[in-house]
């Protein structure tokens, strides 16, 4: 099959995967028929996914059988049998039976906050401190007796608790996921289980399995005290990181010391849950993936902003660098102008995707289409799944197809995507026209010349209970840098710190990190940045490179206070986050690769975002755009682009392929055309 005829016909790889619900007494006869369902509805296959009304027993021999047995059927149909790692969500205890053992289940740092005559010691306790309390705000704090407390001040404790059982784990909790033995016992009771039954369609007609929104634990402060996260390795590990005791500072985890919104300690802490997370969880189960032959896909929680990444995972891109496909959770009706829709997570998805930049991975998942409801139209399927394809998505694995609607089940986060619904034989309009942007929109490498640096770690520092101003601050920063590159054109990837400082270069006048590069960096508002960070930025000014600071610039290096950040930025070009002073700072780099989308008055056309990749082999550039407002169409547009020769325009609808409407200029093409709304071309 010629790169034409695929287009025309795409394969079941570049094809849709649902969460299949498996909520019900399962029965192989009936999961062979759903499997065709699915054929007609032109998808490439699902994830066998355990989910409320599972009646068959969770990794039993019965359960076994039926996977293989849903195998054998997408290995008749040329379809794919994607695995999932959990009963139900989230991933980690294998439905309770792992973490029946106390040593693997999920811990605290518990905190009680009491008046020193009330306060009764567990005997437990690995430390207490006296001090005086407002809120969230602390001061004068110390170690000490109760008996030592002043007028007004309180006792705070400290101990390590276990969760509490919960019917959602089968009357068992989560597990520790900081604990690196914990996570090879959920590997050996999930993983090797599968390994042992299904071993013989790995890397084939079973892709890989899926991970669902693991997670670190939660953080809370009430006036009574409080909960952080904690693993028993914690403290020896901390130590041996940053060469301090962070038993001698646990208040500062809770509470703004005094008047100081940013805290080393705070910083160091989220980057030490977040490496354990990352190595003990993440890269234990990549490396068993990578032994079998399988890609490990599915996604972290609460991705899409700085402060829930910091509460729950400390760094979403951190741990995709342990996944062979990233995937993202895109929920509810994003980018819908219509009462029920939301604004798009475009952080969520350009974390994932800068990963998949730097790291040379093909797939890029994303969950899609949870809690739309039954009125979720065709085109509403196509506006929310556009501007995720421009984001670089092409593992579409739509949430949720029902296995049955008895019961409970039939109010697990409609609408139903398979027979349940009237338009399930329709659903290849869909379909078909995803498919066909993806056989397209992964041929090539994307190609993004700016770099922007991920100031997660400042969020870490100014995360404390109960915090608003300052991380609501730096957020609102955050995502106003990012849609101004995203509206005027600039397309990016994020680098994070960390990875940077282990897969960063400087070659010639670009910046390497991993296997991506780029021509200048831009520096969001930050509070602190690493010395790392700052040293290799300084050798990216000296070899040529361009290096644009946004307002406020750092007043921290590796969270303590200094004035290298600001030094550095005054080399560098230094603007106001204002819109014209950024687009005119990237406008003046000339290396800088970018497609430009204007209107008939000039000016760019601010609801629109696009994909351009380059195939060095062919020598050609591919192209997706799309209108990312539904109430009105855009009007004439001109796109310039690089490239030379003859333009094609791809129809992902009919198939089809025909001469757009472009012109050759000294510097590319200029492509006439508009799009209507949630249009794409």
Same mark, same amino acid.
């Given at each position: 099959?010629?790169?034409?005829?695929?287009?025309?016909?795409?394969?079941?790889?570049?094809?849709?995967?649902?969460?299949?619900?498996?909520? %019900?007494?399962?029965?192989?006869?009936?999961?062979?028929?759903?499997?065709?369902? *699915?054929?007609?509805?032109?998808?490439?296959?699902? *994830?066998?996914?355990?989910?409320?009304?599972?009646?068959?027993?969770?990794?039993?021999?019965?359960?076994?059988?039926?996977?293989?047995?849903?195998?054998?059927?997408?290995?008749?149909? #040329?379809? +794919?049998?994607?695995?999932?790692?959990?009963?139900?969500?989230?991933? %980690?205890?294998?439905?309770?039976?792992?973490?029946?053992?106390?040593?693997?289940?999920?811990?605290?740092?518990?905190?009680?906050?009491?008046?020193?005559?009330?306060?009764?010691?567990?005997?437990?306790?690995?430390?207490?401190?006296?001090?005086?309390?407002?809120?969230?705000?602390?001061?004068?704090?110390?170690?000490?007796?109760?008996?030592?407390?002043?007028?007004?001040?309180?006792?705070?404790?400290?101990?390590?608790?276990?969760?509490?059982?919960?019917? @959602?784990?089968?009357?068992?909790?989560?597990?520790?996921?900081?604990?690196?033995?914990?996570?090879?016992?959920?590997?050996?009771?999930?993983?090797?289980?599968?390994? /042992?039954?299904?071993?013989?369609?790995?890397?084939?007609?079973?892709?890989?399995?899926?991970?669902?929104?693991?997670?670190?634990?939660?953080?809370?402060?009430?006036?009574?005290?409080?909960?952080?996260?904690?693993?028993?390795?914690?403290?020896?590990?901390?130590? +041996?990181?940053?060469?301090?005791?962070?038993?001698?500072?646990?208040?500062?985890?809770?509470?703004?010391?005094?008047?100081?919104?940013?805290?080393?300690?705070?910083?160091?802490?989220?980057?030490?849950?977040?490496?354990?997370? &990352?190595?003990?969880?993440?890269?234990?189960?990549?490396? @068993?993936?990578?032994?079998?032959?399988?890609?490990?896909? %599915?996604?972290?929680?609460?991705?899409?902003?700085?402060?829930?990444?910091?509460?729950?995972?400390?760094?979403?891109?951190?741990?995709?660098?342990?996944?062979?496909?990233?995937?993202? #959770?895109?929920?509810?009706?994003?980018?819908?102008?219509?009462?029920?829709?939301?604004?798009?997570?475009?952080?969520?998805?350009?974390?994932?995707?800068?990963?998949?930049?730097?790291?040379?991975?093909?797939?890029?998942?994303?969950?899609?289409?949870?809690?739309?409801?039954?009125?979720?139209? *065709?085109?509403?399927?196509?506006?929310?799944?556009?501007?995720?394809?421009?984001?670089?998505?092409?593992?579409?694995?739509?949430?949720?197809?029902?296995? &049955?609607?008895?019961?409970?089940?039939?109010?697990?986060?409609?609408?139903?995507?398979?027979?349940?619904?009237?338009? @399930?034989?329709?659903?290849?309009?869909?379909?078909?026209?995803?498919?066909?942007?993806?056989?397209?929109? &992964?041929?090539?490498?994307?190609?993004?010349?700016?770099?922007?640096?991920?100031?997660?770690?400042?969020?870490?520092?100014?995360?404390?209970?109960?915090?608003?101003?300052?991380?609501?601050?730096?957020?609102?920063?955050?995502?106003?840098?990012?849609?101004?590159?995203?509206? +005027?054109?600039?397309?990016?990837?994020?680098?994070?710190?960390?990875?940077?400082?282990?897969?960063?270069?400087?070659?010639?006048?670009?910046?390497?990190?991993?296997?991506?590069?780029?021509?200048?960096?831009?520096?969001?508002?930050?509070?602190?940045?690493?010395?790392?960070?700052?040293?290799?930025?300084?050798?990216?000014?000296?070899?040529?490179?361009?290096?644009?600071?946004?307002?406020?610039?750092?007043?921290?290096?590796?969270?303590?206070?200094?004035?290298?950040?600001?030094?550095?930025?005054?080399?560098?070009?230094?603007?106001?986050?204002?819109?014209?002073?950024?687009?005119?700072?990237?406008?003046?780099?000339?290396?800088?690769?970018?497609?430009?989308?204007?209107?008939?008055?000039?000016?760019?056309?601010?609801?629109?975002?696009?994909?351009?990749?380059?195939? +060095?082999?062919?020598?050609?550039?591919?192209?997706?755009?799309?209108?990312?407002?539904?109430? /009105?169409?855009?009007?004439?547009? &001109?796109?310039?682009?690089?490239?030379?020769?003859?333009?094609?325009?791809?129809?992902?609808?009919?198939?089809?392929?025909?001469?757009?409407?472009?012109?050759?200029?000294?510097?590319?093409?200029?492509?006439?055309? #508009?799009?209507?709304?949630?249009?794409?071309?």
């Amino acid at each position: 099959m010629n790169f034409k005829e695929l287009f025309k016909s795409p394969t079941s790889l570049y094809r849709g995967k649902p969460f299949w619900a498996w909520n %019900g007494p399962l029965e192989e006869g009936e999961l062979r028929r759903q499997m065709q369902v *699915f054929k007609a509805m032109g998808l490439g296959g699902g *994830f066998m996914h355990s989910r409320v009304g599972l009646a068959t027993p969770y990794l039993s021999e019965e359960w076994f059988k039926l996977i293989n047995a849903c195998t054998d059927e997408a290995k008749k149909n #040329d379809m +794919e049998a994607w695995l999932y790692d959990e009963d139900r969500w989230p991933s %980690g205890a294998a439905g309770g039976i792992v973490t029946k053992d106390p040593k693997y289940r999920e811990r605290h740092l518990r905190l009680t906050i009491a008046d020193p005559k009330e306060f009764k010691p567990n005997g437990d306790e690995f430390g207490i401190f006296i001090g005086s309390i407002n809120g969230n705000v602390a001061t004068d704090v110390r170690k000490g007796k109760p008996s030592d407390a002043k007028e007004g001040e309180k006792v705070l404790a400290f101990r390590c608790v276990l969760s509490d059982p919960s019917p @959602w784990y089968n009357d068992q909790t989560y597990l520790d996921t900081l604990s690196k033995e914990a996570v090879a016992k959920f590997i050996e009771v999930t993983h090797d289980a599968y390994a /042992k039954n299904t071993s013989q369609y790995f890397g084939k007609e079973v892709p890989g399995m899926f991970t669902d929104e693991p997670n670190y634990g939660g953080f809370g402060l009430g006036p009574n005290g409080g909960n952080s996260q904690w693993t028993n390795a914690l403290p020896v590990i901390f130590k +041996e990181r940053y060469g301090y005791d962070i038993l001698a500072n646990l208040p500062e985890i809770f509470f703004k010391m005094g008047d100081a919104d940013f805290s080393k300690v705070r910083r160091d802490y989220r980057d030490c849950l977040t490496y354990m997370f &990352t190595y003990h969880f993440g890269k234990q189960i990549y490396d @068993w993936c990578d032994k079998y032959n399988l890609l490990f896909t %599915g996604h972290v929680l609460a991705e899409e902003n700085l402060h829930s990444q910091t509460s729950v995972v400390g760094s979403a891109m951190r741990f995709y660098e342990f996944m062979q496909a990233p995937g993202i #959770d895109i929920l509810c009706g994003q980018v819908l102008t219509r009462p029920g829709g939301r604004i798009p997570e475009y952080s969520t998805a350009k974390q994932c995707s800068s990963m998949l930049d730097q790291f040379g991975r093909k797939w890029m998942l994303s969950e899609l289409y949870g809690c739309t409801g039954w009125q979720f139209t *065709f085109a509403e399927h196509k506006a929310v799944g556009d501007w995720q394809a421009a984001m670089g998505v092409n593992l579409r694995c739509q949430h949720l197809s029902w296995y &049955t609607m008895l019961g409970e089940a039939k109010r697990d986060y409609p609408a139903c995507i398979s027979f349940q619904s009237p338009w @399930w034989r329709d659903y290849p309009i869909v379909e078909d026209y995803f498919s066909r942007v993806n056989v397209v929109m &992964t041929q090539g490498k994307s190609v993004r010349s700016v770099a922007v640096i991920h100031p997660i770690e400042s969020a870490w520092g100014v995360f404390y209970g109960g915090v608003r101003e300052p991380m609501g601050q730096l957020n609102n920063q955050f995502m106003t840098v990012q849609n101004i590159l995203l509206e +005027e054109h600039f397309d990016f990837d994020y680098v994070d710190e960390d990875i940077l400082a282990r897969h960063g270069a400087v070659e010639g006048s670009e910046l390497r990190v991993a296997k991506a590069k780029y021509h200048a960096v831009v520096v969001p508002p930050t509070l602190t940045i690493r010395e790392s960070t700052r040293k290799m930025l300084a050798d990216f000014l000296k070899a040529g490179g361009s290096v644009i600071f946004v307002e406020p610039v750092a007043e921290f290096v590796d969270a303590v206070a200094s004035e290298d950040a600001k030094k550095l930025a005054g080399k560098a070009v230094q603007v106001l986050m204002e819109r014209s002073a950024i687009v005119d700072a990237l406008s003046k780099v000339k290396d800088i690769v970018r497609v430009s989308i204007k209107t008939e008055d000039g000016k760019e056309f601010n609801p629109s975002v696009y994909m351009l990749r380059y195939d +060095e082999a062919k020598k050609s550039y591919y192209l997706f755009v799309c209108h990312t407002k539904q109430d /009105k169409p855009s009007g004439k547009l &001109t796109i310039k682009m690089p490239g030379s020769g003859q333009v094609q325009e791809w129809d992902a609808q009919t198939g089809e392929v025909f001469l757009a409407d472009s012109e050759a200029v000294d510097d590319g093409v200029l492509i006439h055309t #508009d799009l209507p709304g949630c249009g794409s071309r």
